[in-house]
């Protein structure tokens, strides 16, 4: 059973950040172009990131192009499609991509498919696809079964559920590799890691998470292998607001006690 999180249960400033956006960061919307990150938690995130030496990732089902807008004017390090592709901290991407023939083939197949269910809808992201059925949920096993004829006939891809969406995308990728990844890299490397997620496709990275004692954080209901749980998006925003004042405080502290130490020792 996890814990509810008010306060993080770890203060220290040495930790490095993971944060999924939709339904974590951002409130879910009808269709995915309909999300937005408030001005306000792009800002303390940013003041987050500072004040960790830029270890902040955010670690997404969505492009990386499409984080690099909903995030905008700030650039934060990456992991977009499940893990699929990555930018480090230096801008230095790492992509994993599917045969031109494959892509197109899928690409077409699906389309087809979906055009003849009202109310679902296709996102390609190049090396993976969503089957969206927010607006249809009678679709739903239509649609996972549509996915599994296509990871059968071309077994280097597979299938992830998450909420109201059926993912195909590279088999072997996930959110987890991408956050042991960064964790293998600077500014992240050393830290305590924080991850907080709200989807199936999030419990590989909880399972990293707590593997390296770290701090795994579901947000919202269902069955999750977080050690804590925050009940929703504006939880998160709150937690953001708290964490922000916690180390900005701590930070004044310590300057305050440095500067104090030597005018003592100046004396």
């Known amino acids: ?14 930790c490095a950040y993971f944060f999924d956006l939709d339904g974590t960061l951002a409130e879910i919307k009808p269709y995915p172009d309909q999300v937005v990150v408030p001005e306000t938690i792009l800002q303390l995130l ?15 089902g969505r492009s990386m192009a499409e984080l690099d807008v909903l995030t905008d004017p700030f650039r934060f390090p990456l992991a977009g499609v499940h893990g699929a592709e990555r930018r480090d901290i230096n801008g230095q991407t790492h992509v994993v991509r599917l045969a031109e023939d494959t892509e197109r083939e899928a690409a077409e197949l699906l389309h087809t498919a979906l055009a003849a269910m009202p109310g679902t809808t296709l996102e390609a992201k190049g090396m993976a696809f969503a089957l969206h059925y927010r607006q249809s949920p009678e679709h739903e096993a239509t649609l996972i079964h549509l ?3 296509i990871v059968r006939r071309w077994p280097q891809l597979a299938v992830q559920h998450g909420k109201c969406v059926v993912e195909i995308k590279p088999k ?34 909880f399972g990293v998470i707590n593997r390296a004692g770290g ?26 607001e708290q964490i922000n004042s916690s180390q900005q405080e701590s930070k004044v502290t310590k300057n305050r006690r440095g500067g104090y130490e030597s005018f003592s020792r100046s004396i």
């Open 147 to 149: 996915a599994e004829q």
């Open 172 to 205: 072997g990728i996930n959110k987890g590799d991408a956050i042991a990844a960064f964790m293998q890299e600077a500014p992240f490397a050393g830290r305590i890691p924080v991850f907080f997620g709200d989807d199936l496709t999030d419990e590989t990275g």
């Open 1 to 14: 059973m996890t814990a509810s999180l008010i306060l993080p249960p770890e203060q220290s400033a040495n």
């Open 46 to 60: 940013h003041q987050l990131a500072t004040h960790n030496a830029g270890a902040l990732a955010l670690i997404s």
């Open 215 to 240: 701090i795994s954080v579901k947000v919202g209901s269902g069955a999750t292998q977080a050690a804590w749980r925050l009940d929703s998006v504006k939880d998160v925003w709150h937690w953001l």
